[in-house]
């Protein structure tokens, strides 16, 4: 069937691919209404603290200011949140969290009060008015700190546990032991990786008012329509009191699959009857939002002298910052991820999380699986080094392929291509010539690195996603769907598929998104899961359709429905497309009819159990992408600044349902990643000091390097038509590459993020010493 496709498969523009290249995309910042006041949130001066009194009266007093709310305004202030899932997992996954400070301060920029005033002026003029007394305690800001017995507890005065551990997993399997000692050679090495952000264009932002009903309605931008539940639970409402109406978000990365700005909206026009918008400004977000975990991971890699693995043994501690927010999600991915993308026959992975007084860490695109793909992948490279063989060499000699299990024993469904992905990568990068050794006075280095990402949520999560489809009479087509759209384009493929299968150019099938009240319910626009789940979703709702659109025209065209395609806007026989009829007439046939022309379906992936968190066993996952990456880069040796010359990168897509999509993704997930190597939040005892992005550094357009896309269309994947996602597995490699091409240029392995030019010149000194 692929081969007939028309519209899958093609660079078709987005929706809204004009509005954001004139400039006319309106995002959350954007939306005004009249009497609207703003609000602003009165944040935690120290990381660790008790909060002893508040005392709101000046700013109260002020003209001006409508409402000072603290942690006694709000009905519910101590929350679970759901993330949006289908199934109360239980299990200690769930995040507790504060919407306003009270007993203990658990990190910096915690918020206090909230305000509402008629300017921005007169909100942050009132939050300088509210005197709050503090008793600054000594906090914690290592993990292994946080773990020793005697170590501040950060989060006790919750009931929670009384230490700091959040969750401990363990993947056991095989007798690493006895892998251990009969191995030819071992390579141990601890790895630290640190926090970034996401460094979206658009901070967290939005609106929110109290319509005629008494609805308090959201306009905000999330990865999480299904927030608006936990906005009713914290307001004491009915779900059906609360409407989220987002809006297309200027990214997201995982920083908007938390709450950040709804509460706070919901809270203040509940308060004040009155239109309040929040946007929060730049160093607001940095200091504040939460970031990718930081990870310690000690590995030690067993092998025979023959260079094949026998055995992955796995440290992980955690960082989850002040509260837990869905730091047992990301632990999951870590713990099941960490052997690597290889056939290891013997396992043990422990890992656990705690809690801090830094900021808080959440969900950041990969996932988990970035932090130990990089430390994973080191491994391998000096294997390769000890062994005497190439990149390439030891990780063909090792990766998974079809039939062969992961550690939990599960066996994966769709197509593993890291053999073919990873040649074709690393031959790419070598067909540039051969390698220089100086260019321009800098050392030339090249590196591989490849991996596996899941794509879909956690089987355990019973997820499920429904679209709503109507065919109007004069045959065009709205897609009703509540997927959040961060800019990936993840609602016009939706449009695309529907055009597909209808017969139709994209220009007649519309889409109507990201309502509560008027949409079906997609789920997160998270895990790299909307292709999948909301993909799959609207085949099975389309094809409903379709059918009674065969079945009418069949008997306009005096046969039967498997002997008639649509194609063209037409319906016509198979064998002889010049008898046809229009689509619009078999739609107004229908109508006549009285059959319906509207459907909404569901799609649900393959539900598991919970796992045993001591022994994970079974089907985690849904299914994954494969990656590889090769780069070459260039090293000063003089200033131990590095620069990455050249990308080529290589996925195995399933089906690339839009080619320019598919593309962007790939290669903005690898220059998105290649920030994880050097970005640098300089927390320093929970204090953030990368608070600008004059001081926390990105990769920017200067910075990007020439990018080779390759794409493997193997047509394996769980989605439609075959397709996998590919959203986060984009900067799944790339970060490992670069390091293993810097030690290759240089012959220093770095081991501890961020790579700073003085960090990289202190190890080539230390070298050149020894």
């Known amino acids: 069937m692929n081969g007939s496709l028309k519209v899958i498969g093609t660079p078709a523009p987005r929706h809204d691919a004009w509005s954001k290249a004139k400039g006319e995309q309106l995002y959350s910042e954007d939306s005004a209404m009249p009497g609207m006041l703003y609000g602003k949130a009165l944040r935690s001066k120290y990381p660790a603290a008790i909060l002893k009194s508040i005392d709101t ?17 709000v009905p519910n202030n101590i929350d679970i949140s759901k993330f949006g899932q289908m199934k109360d997992v239980g ?18 920029g915690e918020a206090i009060a909230l305000i509402a005033a008629e300017t921005e002026e007169l909100a942050e003029e009132a939050c300088r008015l509210i005197e709050v007394e503090y008793e600054v305690q000594p906090g914690v800001f290592d993990p292994e700190e946080a773990l020793k017995p005697g170590a501040y507890i950060v989060s006790s005065d919750q009931g929670e546990t009384q230490n700091n551990v959040i969750m401990e997993s363990h993947v056991n399997k095989g007798d690493v032991e006895k892998a251990f000692a009969e191995a030819d050679i071992i390579i141990e090495n601890e790895y630290r990786v640190s926090a970034v952000d996401h460094a979206y264009l658009e901070t967290e932002g939005g ?14 931008g999330t990865q999480v329509l299904e927030h608006y539940r936990t906005v009713a639970k914290v307001l004491g409402l009915p779900h059906t009191k609360v409407r989220n109406m987002s809006v297309i978000m200027g990214g997201g990365f995982g920083g908007k699959e938390d709450i950040t700005v709804e509460t706070y909206l919901a809270l203040l026009a509940y308060k004040t009857k009155r239109p309040v918008k929040m946007i929060w400004s730049r160093e607001e977000s ?13 590995y030690k890699t067993a092998a025979t002298k023959e260079g094949k693995i026998t055995a992955q043994q796995v440290d992980i501690i955690m960082d989850g910052g002040g509260y837990k927010l869905i730091t047992g999600w990301v632990q999951i991915y870590s713990t099941v991820n960490a052997p690597g993308c290889y056939n290891v026959p013997n396992v043990k992975v422990d890992s656990v999380s705690v809690f801090t007084n830094n900021t808080p860490s959440s969900a950041n695109r990969g996932f988990g699986c970035c932090q130990v793909n990089l430390a994973s992948e080191l491994q391998m490279d000096e294997l390769a080094a000890r062994l005497g063989m190439s990149p390439l060499e030891i990780r063909l000699k090792n990766c998974l392929r079809n039939g062969d299990e992961i550690p939990t024993g599960f066996i994966p469904q769709g197509h593993i291509a890291l053999e073919e992905i990873a040649k074709k990568a690393w031959e790419g990068l ?32 019973h997820d499920s996603s429904r679209i709503g489809i109507r065919i109007e009479l004069d045959g065009s087509v709205t897609v009703r769907a509540g997927v959040p759209d961060l800019g990936g384009g993840q609602s016009s493929i939706l449009c695309q598929i529907v055009a597909e299968e209808l017969g139709l150019p994209i220009e007649k099938v519309h889409n109507f998104i990201m309502d509560t009240h008027l949409t079906p319910l997609c789920g997160t626009t998270t895990a790299t899961r909307q292709l999948y789940m909301s993909g799959n979703a609207t085949l099975v709702t ?23 395609q649509l194609i063209h806007e037409k319906a016509c026989l198979i064998n002889n497309p010049l008898v046809s009829v229009p689509f619009v007439s078999v739609v107004g046939a229908l109508s006549n009819d009285g059959v319906p022309l509207f459907h909404e379906g569901q799609f649900n992936a393959p539900f598991t159990d919970v796992p045993n968190l001591h022994d994970i066993k079974g089907r985690i996952f849904p299914d994954y992408t494969c990656s590889a990456h090769a780069v070459e880069v260039a090293v000063d040796e003089e200033t131990g600044q590095f620069q990455v010359r050249k990308i080529v990168l ?66 394996g994947g769980l989605g439609p038509y075959g397709a996998k996602g590919v959203g986060e597995p984009a900067d799944n490699s790339i970060a490992p590459a670069i390091i293993n091409a810097i030690y290759d240029a240089v012959g220093v392995r770095m081991k501890n993020m961020p790579i700073t030019p003085e960090k990289l010149l202190f190890a080539l000194k230390n070298k050149n010493k020894s």
Request: hydrophobic share 35%; net charge neutral; charged share 25%.
């Open 430 to 461: 070598e067909a540039t010539g051969p390698k220089p050794d100086y260019v321009d006075g800098k050392k030339i280095g090249r590196g591989l690195a490849i991996g596996m990402m899941s794509y879909g949520r956690l089987t355990f999560m």
């Open 91 to 108: 299990g200690g996954f769930e995040g507790l969290y504060k919407v306003l400070a009270e007993g203990k301060i658990r990190c910096k």
């Open 57 to 73: 009266s000046k700013a109260e007093a002020l003209p001006g200011v409508h409402a000072v709310l603290t942690a006694k305004d």
């Open 286 to 298: 940095l200091e504040v939002h939460s970031k990718r975990h930081p990870e310690i991971m000690r």
């Open 542 to 564: 389309v094809r409903d359709l379709k059918q009674r659109i065969l079945t009418k025209a069949a008997q306009m065209l005096n046969t039967t429905p498997e002997y008639v």
């Open 207 to 220: 609106m929110a008012w109290v319509d005629d009903n008494g609805v308090v309605t959201l306009r905000v």
């Open 650 to 715: 290589c996925y195995d897509v399933g089906k690339a349902l839009n080619r320019n999509s598919c593309e962007g993704q790939l290669e903005g997930g690898a220059i998105y990643n290649m920030g994880y190597v050097t970005e640098n939040m300089g927390w320093e005892k929970g204090y953030t000091k990368g608070n600008t992005f004059s001081t926390y550094l990105i990769p920017t357009a200067a910075d990007a390097p020439e990018i080779e896309t390759m794409m493997v269309e193997s047509g």
